[in-house]
């Protein structure tokens, strides 16, 4: 057997594509362009004109969150930290949970359902407003929010399977695995966005959710690495000409099944709750007409901070490159 020698720069590179905290660039993106085609007549033809701007700035958070020290919580909440399930102790009211632990502490361990709700309400705002230019940028990035509460180990302070010798694990689940089968295999074909009557409530539902699978997305890869070498579990493709450690399509299938389609269903729950939340900012708004909210809405300070944010990611070695699909 012939031994590739690999380059010390690539290996260190692979270190960071180990470290994924989002479903993919991949993903994010599937998750909002899906969305829009539940949307009711009224929303969906200004939200079709724009499905390319949903799709591509869906990942906008995700590459500030290297950026701003503050962004990063807004992604996860560490369940855990707050006793066992149901975590009982921990209240859902912002202002109670302030109250309990301190703003400090909670930004510590993860804010993503209250900053959703925060974002839903800057949403019904812009619709108020009629501001078509942040009507779209707000819906691009809570949609961004929604399906990182639908991941699992974004309720886990083992985020990433340091605690226990799985590191690599998140990007794994919500990464490799959508990308490896999503377009092959995932059915996207949901239905329609329903209102939500207490918008809270839901997204704290689909948190609790999320954290009642996370020790068996942790349990299962356990399982499944004792039936694997390390020769079976990785290998070495080429990605965006750097040759990327991955694990192996073989292992990836493997997890899948024996995850019996919680990826699939977490991805189906995401789309349908974007959905859902675009939806009941349009009610809450009072429904507003949005025809006629096209042409150039973006002003050219929109489009400076756009490219401000690629350009400083794409210099910072710390971003995630396998996202970047």
């Not at 270190?15 to 929303?43: E, Q, R, T």
């Not at 779209?136 to 309720?155: F, M, N, Q, R, W």
């Not at 042409?295 to 300070?301: D, H, K, T």
Request: overall charge neutral.
């Amino acid at each position: 057997m012939r031994l590739i020698r690999v380059p010390v720069l690539v290996v260190v590179l692979l270190s960071f594509s180990n470290d994924c905290y989002c479903w993919g660039f991949f993903g994010h993106k599937k998750i909002n362009a899906c969305a829009v085609f539940l949307l009711p007549p009224p929303m969906i033809l200004f939200y079709k004109q724009h499905a390319g701007f949903l799709t591509e700035h869906a990942v906008d958070p995700d590459k500030r969150r290297y950026l701003v020290a503050a962004e990063g919580p807004r992604h996860y909440i560490d369940l855990d930290h707050y006793g066992s399930f149901p975590y009982k102790k921990l209240p859902h009211k912002w202002d109670s949970a302030v109250a309990r632990f301190s703003s400090d502490s909670l930004e510590k361990h993860g804010i993503v359902p209250w900053w959703i709700q925060r974002m839903h309400r800057r949403l019904t705002n812009a619709f108020k407003e009629k501001n078509a230019a942040l009507i779209l940028k707000l819906s691009a990035e809570i949609g961004h929010y929604i399906g990182d509460a639908h991941v699992p180990l974004h309720t886990s302070s083992n985020h990433n399977g340091q605690l226990t010798d799985q590191v690599g694990i998140h990007g794994f689940w919500e990464s490799r695995i959508p990308e490896l089968f999503a377009e092959k295999q995932y059915d996207f074909i949901i239905g329609k966005a329903d209102y939500l009557r207490r918008p809270d409530q839901f997204i704290w539902e689909r948190v609790l959710e999320s954290a009642a699978a996370a020790d068996t997305v942790l349990m299962q890869e356990k399982l499944l690495n004792n039936r694997f070498s390390v020769f079976r579990k990785y290998a070495y493709e080429n990605r965006n000409g750097l040759l990327v450690r991955q694990y192996s399509e073989e292992y990836t299938t493997a997890y899948q099944q024996i995850l019996n389609g919680m990826v699939e269903r977490r991805m189906r729950q995401s789309v349908y709750a974007v959905a859902c939340f675009w939806f009941t900012a349009w009610v809450d708004a009072g429904q507003p007409d949005l025809n006629g909210l096209s042409g150039q809405i973006f002003s050219a300070e929109d489009l400076r901070e756009w490219e401000e944010l690629n350009r400083l990611w794409n210099n910072d070695p710390r971003g995630d490159r396998t996202c970047a699909n």
